[in-house]
């Protein structure tokens, strides 16, 4: 059995994204490793979205996550995390960075958005993570990508070695599976939503492009004018004028927003939306976009080559910052009745193939292929 250690700091400190992928990876991982799994973890700064499982070997430290991150990766302290984990024979690193260890490494690398549209991050995470992403892709003995769309993205800009990485999907919770009608109804009737709606999730940052989906909203609401938006996502950064874009909405009638919700509320939103919606100029997989098609939600996305892995045939694409074609794209799925019920049928047919069970066998894979031999 190969022993692991891997940082659970984002499944406790991040709400979804890389926090539900840590999460529900290591869920997978202690039904499979148990005890062998060991995990760290900095002390949690402000609320706790996760627990680490009790099946586990779990090794929580006296510093937060941001002190870690600041010895390890911005002052480089040698130490090896081994201190913390004891002895293993892998190291984990699953939200983009890895601390020094004895063992060998191995990272998750999620996006490149850092790299490939770095106006629309926050200048200093785009500051740090060009500095120290690339010292991590030549310290490494393995890297992981969400997606083979950043797999080429990392091979055609860093020129690593094929055999060093490997595309791994995320999977999909089985929470997310459609709500009947009997039980989602009373529930959007007490949000004050409305058929016909459409959702989209996901922080509020410029790179989701929400201004460019508010504004397809109005076109196709000419046509439409029942039309809601539902937007569910926590502030993130450079929001300030999205924010006032979505409140504007809101004032109006045109949107209803939800900052954090439960899963089950989620499914339930998903599950009654006449189409899940995204507008995204880049992406390295779009967890909510597979949660939806889980909820057999018709899908509309921007033609990423991430979406086209994670969608396939269940989804229409649309050109990226083009909010005419994709207003078109909505009232062609909410008019259009046996297009919008193949669309539900194949993305929840397609969602089956992605299971968390699956994802972690193949990380598993990886980690039997790069650990230390004893």
Not at 227 to 239: D, H, K, P
Request: glycine content about 6%; aromatic content about 8%; proline content about 8%.
């Amino acid at each position: 059995m190969v022993k692991v250690a891997l940082d659970f700091s984002a499944g406790i400190a991040q709400p979804a994204g890389i926090g539900r992928y840590v999460r529900e990876l290591v869920r997978e991982l202690a039904s499979l490793l148990g005890h062998d799994l060991v995990l760290w973890y900095g002390r949690p700064s402000g609320h706790c979205y996760g627990t680490p499982p009790a099946t586990t070997t779990n090794r929580a430290l006296p510093l937060s996550e941001t002190w870690l991150t600041r010895l390890w990766h911005r002052l480089r302290f040698p130490l090896p995390v081994e201190l913390v984990t004891g002895e293993v024979d892998l190291v984990h690193g699953p939200n983009f960075l890895v601390p020094p260890a004895r063992a060998p490494r191995l990272v998750t690398i999620h996006d490149l958005s850092f790299l490939l549209v770095p106006e629309l991050g926050h200048p200093r995470l785009v500051r740090f993570l060009s500095n120290t992403v690339p010292r991590m892709l030549r310290e490494v003995d393995a890297i992981i990508t969400v997606s083979e769309a950043v797999r080429q993205d990392l091979l055609r800009l860093y020129h690593i070695a094929p055999n060093r990485i490997f595309a791994i999907p995320h999977g999909v919770s089985s929470l997310f599976t459609p709500i009947p009608m009997e039980e989602r109804r009373p529930v959007l009737a007490s949000f004050g939503l409305r058929d016909p709606y459409v959702i989209a999730v996901g922080t509020i940052e410029p790179r989701k492009g929400y201004p460019v989906l508010i504004r397809a909203i109005e076109l196709a609401a000419t046509q439409l004018p029942d039309l809601q938006l539902v937007v569910v996502g926590s502030t993130g950064w450079l929001a300030e004028p999205i924010e006032a874009a979505l409140l504007e909405a809101e004032r109006r009638g045109r949107l209803v927003r939800f900052r954090s919700i439960g899963d089950r509320t989620l499914a339930t939103l998903y599950s009654g939306a006449a189409a899940f919606v995204t507008a995204s100029y880049y992406e390295g997989f779009n967890l909510p976009l597979l949660e939806a098609m889980a909820c057999a939600a018709p899908v509309i996305a921007t033609d990423l080559p991430a979406h086209r892995e994670v969608a396939g045939d269940a989804a229409l694409f649309v050109p990226i910052d083009a909010p005419h074609e994709l207003a078109e794209a909505i009232l062609t799925v909410l008019m259009n009745g046996s297009l919008r019920e193949r669309l539900s049928r194949a993305a929840r047919e397609r969602a089956r193939s992605f299971t968390w069970r699956q994802s972690a066998e193949q990380h598993l894979e990886v980690y039997r292929q790069f650990a230390r031999r004893s």
